[in-house]
């Protein structure tokens, strides 16, 4: 893991910047040369924050409080025009409505899906809550995309301290968990997510990030046209119910082959459902695992992880219904693409894939980069 977070895990947060929104709407707050903050709404009682992170470049990435959403990722295309490349809402009342699929947010505690939401630690079994065909997904009714996470900005550069203490029980998952994210923009044009959790009792953890991509920035209404590459030789095959059946196949000579660049739309209609599948790097360690690239704008985006798979999935499920879209848009099937890097789906019910379980004493910590750029 990076030095920042051994730092950050010993550091006296009471030595952090003091940081609170303007009361004033209409008012940004300035905490350093490039961070900025604004209200964003009200949720309860509680003061949701829109946070801006800027670099020397230019590019933008906006993050709120609530779920540690990113609002907004803009970066230029080809001829220099910025434009934002992620889906979105105009309001925090997007983010609360009813079947929301995730957009920006941060997941856990165990992203993707459990089996029929349950499973053992040695005899113990745990039953979650269920959303999700009888399965348990992305944390559940109250995951912690639909909290309210304890934002720090942290002195010295462009980043966010995200906190969250996830009780005992919380969704039917043991042990008080504490989390941490931070969000860093570099001048390299990189968004870097880095995790560290910890726990009082074994638990399964999976943290990932749910942004929805779309490198044209509202140019093209679908991502059929985007190239994706993933240096994935095997994927986990799954049930009609989206849960893996226990093994990893190879992708040679199969729609799921994108260890060389493809066209997303090509083959997509060889698969059931469209792409929703956990992909299987060979690799160990933070490094290059794929790219993925609009020919149209010439936007690329190169993606980093520690993390051993990556969940692609190309909004199958969006249908044009959503309320409050960014700028009056109506996201309709496959406008937004997710690439979520993670562990794999119901690992905790899968005895041959990677551990999932965080033990006391143990650091959960994950790191994965977006790098933004054109060709």
Same mark, same amino acid.
């Given at each position: 893991? /990076? ?12 030595? /952090? ?15 350093? #040369? ?8 009200? /949720? ?18 906006? $993050?709120?409080?609530?779920?540690? *959403? ?10 220099? #025009? ?5 889906? !979105? ?48 997904? &992305? ?8 909290? *309210?996470? !304890? ?13 969250? %203490? ?14 941490? $994210? ?15 959790? #910890? ?20 140019? !093209? ?16 095959? $799954? ?5 893996? /059946?226990?093994?990893?196949?190879? *992708? ?17 209609? !060889? *698969? ?20 993925? &690239? ?76 977006? %790098?933004?750029?054109?060709?």
């Amino acid at each position: 893991m /990076l030095n920042k977070l051994s730092t950050i895990m010993a550091y006296s947060f009471s030595g /952090l910047l003091a940081f609170s929104a303007c009361n004033n709407a209409a008012e940004e707050k300035k905490t350093g #040369t490039m961070l900025t903050s604004q209200p964003y709404g009200n /949720l309860a009682g509680t003061e949701i924050v829109q946070y801006t992170l800027t670099n020397a470049n230019g590019m933008v990435v906006k $993050v709120l409080n609530y779920g540690g *959403v990113i609002t907004d990722i803009i970066t230029a295309d080809k001829d220099g #025009t910025p434009g934002n490349v992620v889906l !979105s809402y105009d309001t925090l009342a997007g983010y609360l409505q009813p079947g929301n699929p995730y957009f920006g947010t941060l997941v856990g505690r165990y992203a993707n899906r459990i089996a029929k939401a349950t499973f053992k630690i040695d005899t113990a079994t745990y039953q979650l809550a269920v959303n999700n065909n009888g399965n348990a997904l &992305h944390g559940g009714l109250k995951g912690f995309d639909k909290v *309210v996470w !304890s934002v720090t900005p942290l002195p010295g550069d462009s980043s966010l301290l995200l906190e969250y %203490q996830s009780k005992d029980g919380e969704e039917g998952y043991p042990g008080n968990l504490s989390a941490k $994210v931070i969000y860093t923009l570099t001048d390299q044009n990189a968004l870097k997510i880095e995790y560290v959790a #910890t726990t009082d009792k074994p638990t399964p953890i999976n943290l990932t990030q749910h942004t929805y991509f779309n490198l044209s920035a509202g140019k !093209s209404p679908d991502i059929l046209n985007h190239e994706l590459q993933l240096d994935a030789p095997g994927y986990t095959p $799954v049930d009609d119910g989206l849960i893996p /059946l226990g093994r990893i196949d190879s *992708v040679k000579g199969t729609p799921m082959d994108f260890t060389t660049p493809q066209r997303i739309g090509a083959r997509i209609d !060889s *698969v059931k459902g469209g792409y929703d599948h956990n992909w299987v790097f060979a690799k160990e360690g933070l490094a290059q695992v794929g790219t993925l &690239h609009d020919p149209a704008s010439g936007r690329l985006m190169t993606i980093f992880t520690s993390e051993p798979g990556i969940q692609f999935y190309t909004g199958n499920f969006l249908d044009g219904s959503l309320k409050f879209a960014r700028n009056g848009t109506t996201y309709g099937k496959n406008a937004g693409l997710c690439l979520e890097a993670q562990h794999f789906p119901d690992s905790p019910n899968q005895p041959t894939f990677p551990t999932t379980i965080l033990k006391p004493g143990e650091k959960y910590t994950q790191t994965t980069i977006y %790098q933004f750029g054109v060709k």
